[in-house]
């Protein structure tokens, strides 16, 4: 068997080799929508003694380059089963959303939960952060805002929690207090649940200040053993509460080490330097937040559109629209067949809706902080990598994975705000040796407006 082959056992049991060194086995499969599961993920080896394996998503665009409808309609289908599971209302777009996600096409979102339902979305950083947001365009009447990593000057998060499993624990939430000072449902937005834990904690830290009678836990994979199913019906019962959990794959994983992984993570090599650079600023396009962070960005705010500050679905209109008119804007600057769009960190929601929106030949992912062993093998979820210092905080690494030299003519590389060119030199130095023709560097809040 080749390393990373997925072997098919049975129609509910699945198998991975992960270099040799890890088995993964996934048993008890429900796939309520039939969606293949080579559609939605790989795997890879993770370089965390926590957790040694991760899930490679072919749909969040962090990992692995996708076309960013992909993105978007992932969510979309996400959206459905919450009405049908949660809701018990039949939803009449599922079967669109689900031809569109599997045959390809352009998907225009537009919201089909009705403004009646008027949860609180909350998607996590940072992996989750556009999730989160496109989910929340399901929807007439909603509320979301993202968890965030970063500490705000001068303010206090009104909920904070941890991640246990994860590369940076620590969770912040910067929201008006009226936008959870209530009783209505709130919705948790995650790309995979492994134990629950990270949802848990943040239930819990939830509720001690701002109780309510309904959660939901919504997430793309559900990995949960049976220990840890029993563990969310132990926290309703002690708190009192209902929490819903919605999927669109899930199944019992089994993980067997092997042997102890050694380092085999390969450069490429260097190829040729990108032929240009081009700044370019969007900020026009897009509304301040009063709103600046602690690191060395000191003094430049984020954007109001991420969400991270919370919004409105009433506002939604309004912000399409501004993606519309920026997406136009790259469009015309474009002049490659094959362009990558790269997203950094949290900042993930706008370029993957500016990339579905620049045309065909498109692709879109982000910066991730995972450091993920890398290995040039079919079927392995991790084939290239480079990484530099994060230019927003360099203490903080960040990785892009699977950007094969040579593979795309150009690039478009998003910031929510302007960085120096003294720190991204490092960055840019490292993405020169994948051999873009072009790189443009898009900025969407700076110094001088």
Request: hydrophobic letters at 35%; one cysteine or more.
């Amino acid at each position: 068997m080749k390393n990373s082959q997925v072997l098919t056992l049975s129609e509910k049991r699945y198998t991975f080799n992960i270099l040799d060194s890890i088995k993964v086995e996934i048993n008890s499969l429900e796939n309520p929508y039939h969606i293949p599961i080579d559609e939605l993920f790989t795997m890879a080896a993770r370089i965390n003694k926590k957790r040694s394996f991760l899930f490679i998503s072919k749909v969040l665009g962090k990992h692995l380059p996708i076309e960013p409808n992909k993105g978007l309609l992932i969510a979309a289908l996400l959206g459905a089963r919450y009405l049908e599971v949660v809701k018990g209302i039949k939803c009449r777009e599922k079967d669109r959303l689900l031809s569109l996600f599997i045959k390809g096409g352009t998907f225009h979102s537009s919201p089909f939960i009705a403004e009646k339902h008027k949860p609180v979305i909350i998607g996590f950083a940072e992996t989750a952060t556009a999730l989160g947001h496109a989910f929340f365009d399901c929807f007439e009447g909603a509320e979301f805002f993202h968890t965030t990593r970063e500490e705000i000057s001068g303010e206090r998060p009104v909920i904070t929690f941890e991640e246990e499993h994860s590369h940076a624990t620590s969770h912040r939430c910067y929201i008006p207090l009226e936008m959870i000072d209530h009783q209505r449902e709130v919705i948790l937005v995650d790309d995979e649940i492994t134990t629950g834990n990270t949802a848990l904690n943040i239930i819990k830290s939830i509720h001690e200040n701002f109780p309510r009678p309904v959660y939901t836990v919504v997430s793309i994979l559900d990995w949960r053993s049976q220990e840890y199913k029993e563990k969310f019906l132990r926290v309703e019962q002690e708190l009192g509460i209902k929490i819903n959990v919605v999927s669109l794959l899930s199944g019992h994983v089994k993980i067997y080490q092997l042997k102890e992984l050694e380092d085999r993570s390969n450069r490429a090599g260097i190829f040729r330097r990108a032929g240009s650079i081009e700044v370019m600023d969007l900020g026009s396009y897009f509304t301040s937040s009063p709103f600046s962070s602690r690191d060395q960005l000191n003094g430049l705010p984020y954007l109001n559109e991420t969400g991270r500050f919370g919004l409105k679905s009433i506002e939604n209109f309004l912000v399409h629209q501004r993606i519309s008119k920026a997406s136009e804007f790259l469009r015309q600057k474009r002049n490659g067949v094959r362009t990558l769009c790269l997203g950094t960190g949290e900042f993930m929601y706008l370029p993957m809706r500016l990339a579905a929106e620049m045309g065909s030949g498109v692709y879109y992912q982000s910066t991730t902080r995972s450091p993920i062993y890398i290995k040039d093998e079919e079927g392995y979820g991790a084939k290239f990598g480079v990484n530099f210092p994060n230019p927003e905080n360099e203490i903080i690494p960040n990785f892009v994975y699977n950007i094969p030299p040579n593979h795309y003519d150009e690039l478009f590389l998003f910031f929510e705000r302007e960085v120096s060119k003294e720190k991204l030199e490092p960055m840019i130095e490292e993405l020169g040796e994948l051999a873009f023709k072009t790189i443009k560097i898009v900025f969407f809040s700076g110094r001088q407006r």
